[in-house]
């Protein structure tokens, strides 16, 4: 049998706890070391996972710890810097998303996996679902893709830093979406044209809705509609789907079982399987890969373009004009 990887956690806070939890459920990996910048908040929360060394130092801890992974699961600004020196330590690296706040600081991460010979892998742990990978297959059954449109409407009240920043349901939330709209098309974003603005009624100081379209490099277009102030008939928290194709069109509220019309008014309800969900799928994804040296989807390389989706959206809305992904992609500050 297979030994266990060993994996390094640094971040302790709510999404933290997920992550400790995901890793005691899975019999592929178990927790050497826990890594916080609250010493205390570390050692409390390694209780229960066996020997484990935890402390607020990284090195320290990555040196005494003998971790044969790292997951990455800080606030974004400390993202760069704690993945860096675990790539550099031989570690190859599971980061939560975001990857960076920013592209440059995105692209010094894939360059450090590059320059390491490591795996630097993102979670975007909502491409991990069973109705979303039926709707994947009901996809595929309607042809070349025409329109994808993506509509989300929530109401929440987070109070806290999302209430306070500019352009938050861009920043904080679309990212999920922008990078389902790249899974379910295979197809690569071109170009932007995004407004965003803030209902009179909202409880957010920054932008809490956005219309955006993207040319796809297919042709097709995805178009996201969202808003997190808009209370009643709220959408799923991935968001309600509808793709057109030549052969017919499939939808998915976000939660339950895909369906679609074909063309020849054949109505075809997808079959749910037994896929992993949410983080517990990204994790066995990043240890299949460890494993057998693959590149997955969400690779730092490629998953950079989902960040740039994101940034090039708020930058067309504020901006006023159409953006290419590869002006923002192609920055290096
Ligand atoms: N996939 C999802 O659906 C989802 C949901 C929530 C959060 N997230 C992501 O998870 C990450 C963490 O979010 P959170 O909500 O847990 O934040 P949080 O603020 O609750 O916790 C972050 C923790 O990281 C620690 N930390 C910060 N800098 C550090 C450093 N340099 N070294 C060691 N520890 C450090 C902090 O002390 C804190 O305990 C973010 O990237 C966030 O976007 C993802």
């Not at 595929?140 to 500019?166: H, S």
């Not at 040296?293 to 940034?311: Q, T």
């Amino acid at each position: 049998m297979t030994e266990p990887l060993r994996l390094l956690q640094v971040g302790a806070g709510s999404m933290g706890r997920a992550w400790l939890a995901a890793i005691r459920a899975s019999p592929d990996v178990e927790l050497a070391g826990l890594v916080d910048l609250d010493a205390g908040l570390a050692r409390e929360a390694a209780t229960g996972h066996g020997a484990v060394v935890t402390g607020a130092d990284l090195a320290a801890v990555m040196a005494e710890a003998r971790a044969d992974a790292m997951v990455n699961v800080t606030v974004p600004e400390a993202h760069r810097d704690t993945t860096v020196a675990a790539l550099a330590a031989g570690l190859p690296v599971l980061c939560e998303k975001p990857i960076a706040p920013t592209i440059a600081e995105a692209r010094a991460m894939v360059d450090a996996a590059e320059r390491h010979g490591q795996l630097l892998m993102v979670s975007q742990s909502r491409r991990y679902s069973p109705t979303l990978a039926a709707f994947r297959r009901l996809i595929a059954r309607i042809g070349p893709i025409g329109t994808v449109n993506c509509q989300f409407f929530k109401a929440p009240r987070f109070g806290g830093f999302r209430e306070q920043m500019d352009d938050p349901l861009l920043l904080d939330m679309a990212i999920h979406q922008f990078d389902l709209a790249r899974l379910l098309t295979g197809a690569d974003p071109l170009t932007v044209s995004c407004d965003a603005y803030n209902p009179s009624w909202s409880w957010y100081a920054g932008n809490a809705a956005a219309e955006a379209t993207f040319v796809l490099a297919d042709g097709s277009r995805f178009t996201f509609s969202g808003s997190w102030c808009a209370p009643g008939l709220e959408t799923s928290w991935n968001g309600a789907w509808r793709v057109n194709g030549a052969g017919g069109t499939a939808t998915w509220d976000g939660d339950n079982p895909p369906t679609a019309e074909l063309a020849d008014g054949t109505v075809l309800t997808g079959e749910v399987g037994a896929e992993a969900e949410g983080i517990a799928g990204s994790l066995a994804e990043f240890v299949r890969c460890v494993r057998e040296g693959k590149r997955p989807d969400s690779a730092a390389a490629r998953n950079i373009v989902s960040l740039a989706m994101v940034e090039a959206a708020v930058r067309s809305a504020a901006e006023h004009r159409k953006v290419a992904i590869e002006e923002v992609l192609s920055e290096t500050t």
